[in-house]
């Protein structure tokens, strides 16, 4: 059945007015800034609310720049507590300008690529090339400001986003894979290790407002691909810092039972299975979006803290904005992140405990690897049972206050099928709907919705299109995959022949609009869309 109809039907038996969660019923999270006291990190690794104090929540809030995240990106030009002495005394004058204030104690964050010049004599391969050296960060030194320092260069996406993010560096690495650059693949892997060993995980990016969320854990990933170009040893070397995120996302796991079913990013379920859900260990408005999270919990008409916490929770998906987090499918004041276990996090991390599971093979500790292999086996069985829906043909994600699914179809249910974890005839019933309900003429919609939300229709985004194409290919289904493949280099080579630049998303519906939608314009760069691409047009 047409996936669209199916749950339009659906949603008219289906809908309920918002209730009050048992999922609030969360074990308290651990002090992340506590935890960053050790000697291990440096003691200026903290969030702006604690580093500026008022003067955030003071800039945010007048919008001193048009983009929240500016202010918080900013390099301090002397010690901030000099700066804050300054504000304390200057504030209060009649003449006092806010911004011009800022202006003359902080330097403005670099925009990487923006501004590039492209060689129009250059073809899109070419362009990419050329793009690996605009787009490098070289190793920081620390300082104050939010910056959490890398000791080895590194790629960022580009434009406003000039700090190296989590799950992008993956599809980033497919394109540095095909260039050959072996050694900023390596760079990028070792500065996640050093993230996971200093700081207890992966942040979302390299950013002090980022301590309290990480981003779908693509590390496994990461490390594949770098044992592909320099052989297995590469797992073993690598093997505690995947151990080490593997306990950041089952942390609690021992505390769970059937009176404490919630615990930071683990859900237990009605016949004790332990599933994960997105989180964020901090608390209130994002400090690179300040304002916007105060007004959209004043405009809900529900608890603040109970929308950030949602808010923030779907940063760490990745996925920010979209319908898959919304309670009526449409508005973003009825987020409800934390009360959804996602589909494609599941599947991720059943990859990260096969990864696990596959280094100690190499170690020689089958007891570990067997261990883990159990857990790879009990969370295929969880995303089997509780994600997939017959009737749609489809994996979902999983509704934990219904106990139902969400019935909001999106890509990611295309992520059991990338790691092999589909029955042939579930492959088949996705595929269907794959090609029946999210195939355009630009590639494929993230979800079937029309929100406004960028993560949502009519726009597509490079690593989507990816995770589809290799999940239909895992199941023989090439055509299809082809056909994906063939739409979406299409579109990149014509918004890059019209524009001249590698955009981070595109409108697949309408070839002819720019992708719209989220918090702010569309970036240029842009490192997963040039990985992608670059990885597609060159594979054999």
């Given amino acids: 059945m047409n996936l669209s109809k199916f749950f339009f039907l659906l949603s008219l038996l289906l809908f309920v007015a918002c209730r009050q969660s048992t999922a609030d019923q969360t074990t308290e999270a651990p002090n992340v800034l506590n935890e960053l006291s050790s000697e291990k990190i440096n003691s200026k690794l903290v969030p702006p609310t604690v580093l500026y104090g008022d003067l955030l929540k003071d800039v945010q809030m007048a919008q001193v720049f048009p983009d929240g995240k500016t202010f918080v990106d900013c390099t301090p030009k002397i010690a901030v507590n000099k700066i804050l002495d300054n504000y304390t005394t200057l504030k209060g004058q009649s003449d006092f300008d806010l911004k011009k204030f800022i202006l003359a104690h902080f330097d403005e964050p670099r925009k990487y690529a923006s501004g590039f010049k492209t060689d129009t004599t250059k073809n899109v391969m070419e362009h990419i090339n050329s793009l690996w050296d605009v787009l490098t960060r070289q190793a920081d030194t620390a300082g104050e400001g939010t910056l959490i320092p890398l000791p080895k260069p590194y790629i960022v996406p580009g434009g406003r986003f000039g700090e190296i993010y989590y799950w992008d560096s993956y599809f980033t690495m497919l394109g540095l894979q095909a260039s050959g650059r072996e050694d900023m693949i390596e760079n990028m892997v070792d500065n996640f290790a050093y993230l996971i060993e200093n700081v207890g995980f992966i942040p979302n990016g390299n950013r002090t407002y980022f301590l309290g969320r990480s981003q779908p854990p693509f590390f496994a990933l990461m490390v594949s691909v770098l044992a592909e170009m320099k052989g297995d040893k590469v797992y073993q070397k690598y093997l505690p810092a995947l151990e080490k995120e593997y306990a950041f996302w089952m942390e609690g796991m021992e505390k769970m039972s059937p009176t404490n079913r919630f615990h930071r990013r683990l859900v237990r379920l009605g016949d004790g299975t332990i599933m994960n859900r997105y989180w964020d260990d901090l608390k209130g408005p994002r400090e690179e979006s300040y304002r916007e999270d105060v007004e959209l919990a004043h405009e809900s008409g529900r608890p603040a803290e109970e929308v950030y916490k949602d808010i923030r929770a779907a940063c760490e998906s990745g996925w920010d904005f979209s319908s898959r987090w919304l309670e009526d499918g449409k508005s973003l004041k009825t987020i409800r992140t ?45 995303v089997l049972d509780y994600c997939y829906h017959s009737p749609a043909g489809f994996f979902l994600d999983f509704d934990i206050e219904n106990g139902e699914p969400t019935y909001i179809p999106s890509l990611a249910g295309v992520f059991p099928l990338f790691f092999n974890m589909a029955p042939e005839k579930y492959a088949l019933a996705v595929s269907q709907n794959i090609e029946e309900d999210f195939l355009r003429p630009g590639g494929l919609l993230s979800t079937v919705h029309t929100t406004g939300q960028q993560w949502d229709a009519p726009n597509g985004w490079a690593p989507l299109q990816w995770m589809t194409i290799k999940g239909l290919r895992n199941y023989g289904y090439t055509e299809l995959a082809e056909k994906i493949k063939m739409y979406w280099i299409n579109i990149n080579r014509k918004v890059y022949k019209e524009t001249g630049k590698m955009v981070e998303k595109y409108n697949v519906q309408n070839l002819d609009i720019e992708a719209g939608g989220g918090e702010y314009p569309v970036q240029d760069g842009f490192g997963w869309s040039n990985g992608v691409l670059l990885k597609l047009m060159t594979e054999d």
């Fill in 338 to 382: 934390t009360k959804i276990i996602p589909v494609d996090l599941n599947a991720l991390i059943f990859n990260l405990e096969m990864t696990i599971s596959k280094a100690h093979t190499i170690d020689d500790n089958s007891e570990k690897a067997t261990f883990y292999l159990q857990r790879a086996d009990q969370r295929k069985k969880a």
